[in-house]
């Protein structure tokens, strides 16, 4: 990944030397009208422990490009990446001020930094309850945000699809990380016709998966990355079985060799599941899949958009009617067809509903960082 971060730098100082304005029609004889677009100013980057280097940079190189000064708070878990990146810009000779680093606890830090007068915007990635908080401290000051929060995204599999490929995706979209992504694919909706044996295949590949040291590369599945998140994954899993859904693979804590003192959750999937459970509604930021059945198109998609969430959505099908129809239907900002976590510094980023407010990557994000003017002029009238 951090291979790909000089990508985003470079695509935005692409962009720096055309932002254009426009010269206008205007509905008022003898007037000329013309519009410039303009750096917002001081941007607040408030940054999660999970990606921090990526999601930094997703956030600082739309807003240097556009001519803001950036003051970066990384989280108080993971703040050592973002002090060296703040290093490495002030060795590539970028001027004092322009970008800035504060560590400390969001409730202090970050709280400041939202309220600060001078701050004209915000840009949050986190959880939607931190999102929340963020848009209402930032609403006293009339401040622009952009929140990429949380997800509870649809993986759907139809009976038509290349069904080892939607094996690879589904695995690959939640059990990655840990599970430990907004665009975690944490739901499975698989057609009734092939439900029993696709869950069963994936449950047996992923008994094989290999748990430990993420600085491994034999490593599949690493720990969970801080104890109070460690701690919530296991009690939404508890929630799971009380509410009477059936864990066909992992649900506990695992102790791997070397690992032994390590916070990690086994691999988990969860059958017997209805969409209005807690574990099938709440996003539980670890490797946990539920798995649930449709028998028509149209009742895919209503399971789909039934979440307070729209981040991302996954489609795996062979049809190219469904490939070009089913997308428009899905209330999230990214649909992949037949892939999933492909992201690029290109498209844009962001989520519907609770999953939060304007868009990362591609020409969007930079017009997020622009306020535009509007200059209205009468050639030749005094002045005096």
Not at 61 to 88: D, N, R
Not at 142 to 147: A, C, G, N
């Amino acid at each position: 990944m951090v291979d790909h971060l000089a990508g985003y730098f470079e695509y935005y100082a692409g962009l720096a030397d055309k932002v254009e304005g426009s010269v206008s029609p205007f509905d008022k004889p003898g007037f000329f009208h013309y519009t410039r677009y303009e750096p917002m100013g001081v941007v607040a980057c408030i940054v999660p422990w999970n990606g921090p280097l990526l999601l930094t940079t997703t956030k600082i190189a739309p807003a240097l490009a556009a001519g803001c000064a950036v003051v970066i708070k990384p989280s108080e878990f993971a703040s050592t990446s973002v002090l060296h990146l703040v290093e490495l810009a002030d060795e590539a000779g970028f001027p004092p001020g322009v970008i800035n680093v504060v560590t400390g606890y969001g409730s202090e830090i970050g709280d400041a930094l939202t309220s600060h007068p001078l701050v004209r915007k915000v840009a949050f990635t986190g959880g939607h309850v931190g999102g929340h908080a963020v848009a209402r401290s930032a609403a006293t000051g009339f401040k622009h945000v952009t929140l990429e929060l949380g997800g509870k995204a649809p993986n759907i599999v139809f009976a038509d699809a290349d069904l080892d490929a939607a094996l690879a995706g589904v695995s690959m979209g939640i059990f990655n990380t840990s599970g430990q992504a907004c665009l975690a694919g944490s739901r499975l909706l698989v057609e009734r016709s092939i439900a029993d044996e696709f869950v069963a295949k994936l449950a047996d590949q992923m008994r094989d998966a290999r748990l430990g040291d993420p600085a491994d590369m034999d490593t599949d599945i690493g720990p969970i990355a801080t104890r109070p998140q460690f701690t919530s994954v296991l009690e939404r899993i508890d929630a799971a079985k009380r509410e009477g859904a059936t864990p066909v693979l992992g649900g506990n804590r695992v102790a791997p060799t070397g690992g032994e003192n390590g916070l990690f959750v086994e691999p988990t999937i969860f059958t017997n599941v209805t969409n209005d459970m807690r574990i099938a509604r709440e996003e539980v930021f670890g490797p946990v899949l539920v798995a649930i059945p449709f028998d028509t198109d149209d009742e895919a998609v209503a399971i789909a958009n039934d979440t307070d969430f729209g981040l991302t959505a996954g489609l795996w099908t062979s049809s190219l009617d469904r490939a070009l129809n089913l997308p428009p239907r899905l209330a999230a900002g990214t649909v992949w067809v037949n892939t999933y976590r492909t992201v690029s510094v290109m498209a844009p980023f962001g989520g519907f509903k609770n999953s939060g407010i304007g868009r990362e990557n591609g020409v969007d994000a930079i017009k997020d960082y622009l306020e535009p003017k509007s200059i209205i002029i009468r050639p030749g009238a005094s002045v005096a």
